[in-house]
């Protein structure tokens, strides 16, 4: 089994609303797969199909390597936290748990000290959810989702409504479970940047069609900073580049290349160029955060 | 499934509405017996007050029948529990309790933690459909103790228990019908994702606002078939609910259990039907 999880043509529509299209995900047991999209792009949606929420229109997924209701026997092995947690406002914390142990048959002893432990609620006692701040509820919804120990955890903008330090905890927690007891999460978020430092693996969705699929190695290149070179004759600029020994490059297009190394050598590069006949148009350092990168993906700000 | 119904049994203990139902039970039984005990006295002081004319018209909105011999004769335990049982109060608070209960997990959003992980989604029903049947064997236990309680206190040694095989009967139709009447309101709460809905929908049933819709739909098929006797209230909850009593035939006692269970399960079945199709919001 290659992947935990892929769709295949995954498609929810809604009347002649398409609001996820044709989406193939590849997720690999042991990953973090953050899903990036702004809201209403469709990645609630997505999560919902996959968790057994929502029925896909067309396309099916394929679970643990099973797919059809084959795979649908599996859905016990997946924890879900879909938008706001759903949580009986007059109970406590360990009775909103209780239940769903009750409702999953786990009868060990600690369970729900545990999870509340992991998720930092131990000291709320019998204090009802009612009470809770946004953000004490949110971790209860990430409790509640890691009930009966699942193999894979749909997060549903779980960080929503945390203040930076409760943001940091959740991200620490989250990564400490996914190295300690190799669960696979899929994270969705707008927030990029807090995305970026868990994440393993991304998948950005717009308007209901999934544009890429990374690594994080593969997204760390494309955000890293280099040098920007316009010229007017990029083969032969390659040619001085290698002469120079710069060998982490990268042709854009007819005029641009991408350099990746040496990046403050920018006068010696020019100098090279302008020695070899290479008219230079334009260079200049540059830093892509993957706000930008993503903003360009979708069609800039204006989409956001 | 058995899970499922274990967690619904503990949301069932640990819930408020479980308790709030169950002490207004308890004060609908004692208002109930001692408004009985009013219309008594009000006999006794001017016995023109129980004679009834005969009527063929049905009366809308909550109320007891009493009996003449009740003013200076004994009261027998199994006539009080049936005479406010049949009032339709206890239907009402099931009707209440049947709304809040079953739309709850649908309400504050909890079913989106175990709906995804249960691919035999229709258990769900199931197991709300089991807890509802123990809340409402209990509210009946606790009104009919309560009835009789209340009686003893107001009537002493004249309020004695008679046979008690037609109570049990008639408490066994009866839970069946109120049970009938909780499924086809979780029906509703489960198809409109409305309490409100459901709960005002239930109420006006238990107080009668259904009649006129039977007597339209009698007179339709009086129209269509003149030598067919058929009344339509007759297979409905309220109007068994209104209609069984201790003195009622084993006939009509088996026609409200039949329509007790068939109003069950094809509630039940319905409901399970929309929770499979329909996605979680």
New interface residues.
């Given amino acids: 089994m290659e992947y935990l999880l892929t769709t295949n043509r995954l498609t929810k529509q809604y009347g002649r609303h398409k609001a996820v299209n044709a989406v193939n995900i590849h997720i690999r047991q042991g990953d973090i797969y953050g899903l990036i999209g702004r809201n209403g792009a469709g990645k609630t949606t997505i999560l919902k199909m996959i968790s057994g929420l929502a029925a896909p229109t067309e396309g099916d997924f394929s679970l643990f390597g099973k797919t059809g209701k084959e795979a649908y026997e599996y859905m016990s092995r997946i924890g879900t936290l879909i938008e706001s947690p759903g949580v009986y406002p007059n109970m406590s914390a360990a009775e909103n748990l209780k239940l769903k142990c009750l409702a999953m048959g786990v009868r060990k002893k600690d369970t729900i000290k545990e999870l509340l432990k992991t998720v930092g609620l131990e000291n709320v006692g019998k204090k009802k959810v009612k009470n809770f701040s946004l953000g004490m509820k949110q971790r209860l919804g990430i409790a509640l989702a890691l009930v009966a120990d699942p193999d894979l955890v749909v997060l549903d903008e779980p960080i929503n409504g945390l203040d930076p330090q409760g943001i940091a905890e959740v991200r620490e927690t989250l990564q400490k479970l996914n190295k300690e007891k190799n669960i696979t999460f899929i994270i969705s978020s707008h927030i990029l940047e807090e995305l970026s430092k868990m994440a393993t693996n991304y998948g950005i969705i717009h308007d209901g069609v999934l544009l890429q699929e990374m690594t994080r190695e593969e997204l760390l290149a494309k955000c890293s900073e280099r040098i920007e070179l316009k010229t007017d004759d990029t083969r032969k600029a390659c040619t001085v580049l290698e002469g120079m020994g710069i060998n982490q490059y990268k042709v854009v297009d007819a005029s641009t290349i991408q350099i990746f190394e040496r990046l403050n050598d920018g006068g010696d590069i020019t100098m090279a160029l302008a020695e070899n006949g290479v008219k230079t148009m334009g260079i200049t350092v540059k830093n892509e955060a993957l706000e930008d990168y993503y903003l360009n993906l979708t069609g800039g700000a204006e989409n956001v | 499934m058995f899970?499922?119904i274990?967690?619904d049994t503990?949301?069932l203990v640990?819930?408020?509405s479980t308790w709030i139902t169950l002490l207004f039970t308890v004060v609908l039984a004692v208002f109930s017996v001692v408004m009985t005990n009013v219309y008594i006295q009000m006999a006794k002081e001017d016995p023109s007050s129980l004679a009834v004319e005969p009527t063929e018209e049905i009366q809308l909105g909550i109320y007891v029948d009493a009996n003449p011999e009740w003013v200076t004769g004994n009261i027998e335990i199994g006539d009080i529990i049936s005479t406010e049982m049949k009032s339709g109060v206890l239907a009402i608070i099931v009707v209440v309790f049947a709304a809040i209960f079953s739309n709850?997990?649908q309400k504050?959003?909890?079913?989106?933690?175990?709906?995804?992980?249960?691919?035999r989604r229709g258990n769900l029903i199931i197991s709300k459909f089991a807890a509802i049947a123990i809340q409402i064997f209990w509210m009946m236990i606790v009104f009919s103790l309560i009835t009789v309680i209340t009686g003893f206190a107001l009537w002493g040694s004249r309020f004695y228990l008679g046979s008690f095989m037609p109570i049990l009967k008639f408490l066994g139709t009866q839970y069946l019908l109120h049970l009938g009447f909780a499924a086809l309101i979780m029906f509703f709460s489960i198809f409109t994702r409305s309490t409100a809905f459901s709960m005002t929908a239930g109420i006006l049933i238990c107080t009668g606002f259904a009649i006129p819709i039977y007597s339209i739909i009698n007179k339709l098929i009086a129209d269509i078939k003149p030598s067919w006797d058929f009344n339509v209230g007759n297979y409905m909850l309220d109007r068994n609910i209104t209609q069984i009593s201790l003195a009622v035939t084993s006939d009509i006692m088996v026609r409200g259990v039949v329509v007790g269970i068939v109003f069950s399960v094809i509630s039940v079945l319905f409901a399970m039907l929309i929770i499979k199709?329909r996605?979680?919001r």
Wanted: glycine letters at 8%.
């Fill in positions: 899970n499922l274990k967690m503990h949301r640990h819930s408020t709850a997990e504050n959003g909890y079913i989106k933690n175990i709906a995804g992980q249960f691919p199709k996605d979680i």
